[in-house]
């Protein structure tokens, strides 16, 4: 009986735990198409090539959303990315004969002709979901498990640390991502450096923006 | 230490396009650049004396470079001996302490910290002085599009640095004695 009322208890824990993750993936999803659109809209004039700029404002979020919602973040990010990616590569898009299905078969058809572009999305899809997280999980000790409360005690050392490893291993995963689209290495090696310096200076202007935002509205919040 | 900075810097400045000409992408901008890395090794190690030495070095071999303009020639110096050195002093707030003691002060993140912020310096820095030269002046270098220049620049000189210091330190726990770990030390 005992049992029964614990393994009931358990799996309302675990299915409100799920719940949870899915909300905050979906969350994340959201914000991070919103961005990533917002951002060719009104900084289109910084494009260098197809996904890369000069300037990347949404980098910032990679991290920041780590540090709201944790890993689950990750995962939204990730599909987020693959999103946008397939969505890039349907041409006809906008055109009213296409729907879901209709662009899921052919994703499926290319992707079972040339594995390398499945391959590709996949690495593009990790590096940019994930590697806001690696670059913390390196440089902020493991012990401290949750990040939640870091967000308002940024400073510039921590951000430009954790800017820097993010914006090296999404670009340096890029890279080899689109090196296994095609061969060029001199037209990755600048693709890769244009983006490195875009991921740097975006996350950078970006996080000390939210800091200080967050900052602000932390004490309007313990004044009222 | 003036000497030696001085002779290191040239040495990683001649043997940087000997060893990674694959990765060179305009004469004179590499996207793995070892003597940025040098340079902030020198300024951490030697302080003054070593970005004295750097901008010796710079001015040395920037005079042929651009024989034609002094003062683009003098604040490239100032910009690629002594900034290394400047954003040091501010940001780690580094007295007249000796090598050890600079080092010590510095934990992962506020080195990767400082690599960043060197090199955004530096680039920024190198292509503001292109820029004022002129488009001429930067076409007959290769430089072409000055947007590409400075992001090459500051790819070669972060990932060049980061490299540099890593391979050091990993070299220092292979061979050296015991280094002591801070707390927060996770790279």
Aim: hydrophobic fraction near 50%.
């Amino acid at each position: 009986m005992m049992d029964s009322k614990l393994t009931d208890r358990e799996n309302t824990t675990s299915r409100s735990g799920i719940l949870q993750v899915s909300a905050r993936s979906g969350l994340c999803f959201a914000i991070w198409i919103t961005a990533s659109l917002s951002h060719e809209w009104f900084l289109g004039f910084l494009h260098y090539r197809d996904g890369v700029d000069l300037l990347y404002l949404p980098h910032s979020l990679r991290i920041a959303l780590v540090l709201a919602f944790g890993l689950s973040d990750a995962l939204g990010m990730c599909i987020a990315t693959a999103t946008l990616i397939l969505l890039a590569m349907a041409p006809d898009f906008t055109s009213p004969d296409v729907n879901l299905l209709s662009l899921m078969v052919t994703a499926a058809q290319v992707f079972i002709d040339k594995p390398s572009i499945f391959a590709s999305l996949i690495l593009q899809a990790l590096a940019s979901g994930c590697c806001g997280w690696l670059a913390l999980r390196i440089l902020v000790p493991s012990r401290q498990a949750s990040y939640s409360g870091m967000l308002v005690n940024l400073d510039l050392k921590t951000i430009l640390s954790v800017v820097t490893i993010a914006s090296v291993t999404n670009s340096g995963v890029h890279a080899g991502a689109w090196l296994l689209l095609d061969a060029d290495l001199g037209g990755a090696s600048a693709r890769f450096s244009v983006m490195l310096t875009g991921d740097v200076l975006g996350g950078v202007m970006g996080l000390v923006l939210i800091t200080l935002n967050t900052r602000l509205f932390a004490r309007e919040g313990k004044m009222t | 230490m003036l000497a030696l900075s001085l002779l290191l810097w040239l040495l990683s400045w001649h043997a940087n396009p000997w060893a990674f000409s694959f990765a060179e992408v305009y004469p004179g901008v590499n996207l793995l650049f070892l003597p940025h890395g040098m340079r902030v090794l020198l300024s951490l190690l030697f302080g003054f004396w070593g970005a004295s030495g750097i901008a010796m070095a710079s001015f040395l071999f920037h005079r042929n470079l651009w024989s034609d303009n002094p003062w683009a020639s003098m604040i490239t110096l100032l910009i690629s001996g002594y900034c290394a050195w400047f954003a040091m002093k501010i940001s780690l707030g580094l007295g007249n302490h000796s090598g050890d003691r600079r080092l010590e002060k510095l934990d992962s993140r506020s080195l990767i910290g400082l690599i960043c912020l060197l090199a955004l310096i530096n680039s920024l820095g190198h292509v503001l002085i292109l820029s004022t030269l002129g488009m001429k002046a930067a076409e007959t270098q290769g430089h072409v599009k000055l947007n590409d220049t400075f992001a090459a620049m500051f790819t070669g000189d972060l990932l060049g640095t980061l490299i540099m210091l890593y391979a050091l330190r990993m070299i220092i726990m292979v061979f050296g004695s015991k280094t002591k770990r801070g707390p927060n030390d996770g790279l």
